[in-house]
């Protein structure tokens, strides 16, 4: 039961280049999101996906893009990474519905640009 | 708009000490509120929800409305309760969770 899996774990890129972070849920969740996280910053949402085929932006979505590819996959595009986007990105789902259980995370990618 | 607030960046307590790591919410509605653990470098996991009224670990929350907060507590602290620890709060609907900055719990032995 592996629940939300990310890769690659870790990551290093140099300014400007490109990368995709991929996200996948075996628990047939309806939502997924995508969080960065920063030492005194906490969890900032970047993008989110409130069901299959469709996607809004959160709290910080500049220099990102995202595409959720089907109900169980949520990717996270990097076009020209940027020293500032160097962060652990966390990957999460939740069921939905009436009963709100919360979100299930991923391991989390720790990203560094150089 | 939706907030959350940990007014504490950093709590040191001693092994065997009560815990108490403080969190308030800005929400005009009746919020649902979480707290989420994170042992060091390892994913967030979900501690407690408000709604299920139940002790995980040790540690109990209760929803304060008239004050706006859900303090996460324990009697006695323990070496293994060290982790950075989250409060979050789910508007009503399928809207996104709001997170606090979140408290780093450091227990001394």
């Known amino acids: 039961n592996a629940g939300v899996t990310q890769t690659p774990k870790f990551q290093v890129l140099k300014t400007g280049q490109s990368m995709t972070l991929q996200c996948a849920q075996d628990?047939?969740?309806?939502?997924m999101y995508w969080y960065r996280q920063d030492p005194g910053m906490g969890l900032r949402l970047i993008y989110y996906?409130?069901?299959?085929?469709?996607?809004d932006k959160g709290e910080v979505p500049n220099g990102y893009n995202v595409s959720r590819l089907n109900k169980r996959e949520f990717s996270l595009r990097l076009e020209s990474a940027a020293p500032s986007q160097t962060s652990v990105y966390f990957c999460?789902?939740?069921?939905?519905?009436?009963?709100?259980?919360?979100?299930?995370f991923g391991s989390g990618t720790r990203l560094t640009v150089v | 708009a939706q907030r959350v607030t940990q007014p504490e960046k950093l709590l040191s307590v001693f092994k065997g000490a009560p815990v108490e790591l403080k969190c308030n919410y800005s929400?005009?509605?009746?919020?649902?509120l979480f707290w989420y653990v994170q042992y060091s470098r390892q994913r967030l996991q979900l501690l407690l929800r408000?709604?299920s009224r139940e002790s995980i670990k040790g540690f109990t929350a209760d929803l304060n409305k008239g004050e706006t907060s859900f303090h996460l507590k324990k009697p006695f602290a323990q070496e293994e309760d060290s982790a950075m620890y989250y409060c979050?709060?789910?508007?009503?609907?399928?809207?996104?969770?709001?997170f606090g900055k979140g408290t780093r719990l450091s227990v001394i032995a």
């Open positions: 999460a789902s939740r069921a939905g519905g009436t009963r709100n259980y919360g979100y299930t």
């Open positions: 979050a709060l789910s508007p009503r609907g399928n809207t996104p969770l709001v």
């Open positions: 408000h709604i």
């Open positions: 628990m047939n969740h309806n939502s």
């Open positions: 929400y005009s509605g009746s919020p649902e």
């Open positions: 996906s409130a069901s299959e085929g469709t996607t």
